[in-house]
């Protein structure tokens, strides 16, 4: 994926689930959990939570990531 940017202060890292698939990231819904998400305009969003075992950016590897992907 090109141009990402991961806010460390965030409470949650938020992906398009499109975009995440073409990595080899999937939601599994067994797995993951339904989060209603808020924005700052107040308005919400479905989104579906789930912890991944590892993913790798650049050289930096992050074990057991939480990430929230929204269709």
């Keep these: 994926m090109d141009d990402v940017l991961l806010d460390t ?3 949650a890292t ?9 990595i080899g990231l999937t ?4 797995k993951g959990k339904p989060k209603r998400m808020y924005g700052v305009g107040g308005e ?7 912890t991944v ?7 930096y590897k992050m074990d057991l990531f939480q990430f929230t992907s929204v269709a």
């Design 9 to 11: 202060g965030c409470s």
């Design 14 to 22: 938020i992906f398009v689930t499109d975009e995440v698939e073409g």
């Design 27 to 30: 939601i599994d819904r067994k």
């Design 44 to 50: 919400s969003e479905l989104c579906y939570e789930q």
């Design 53 to 59: 075992n590892n993913i790798e950016i650049d050289n």
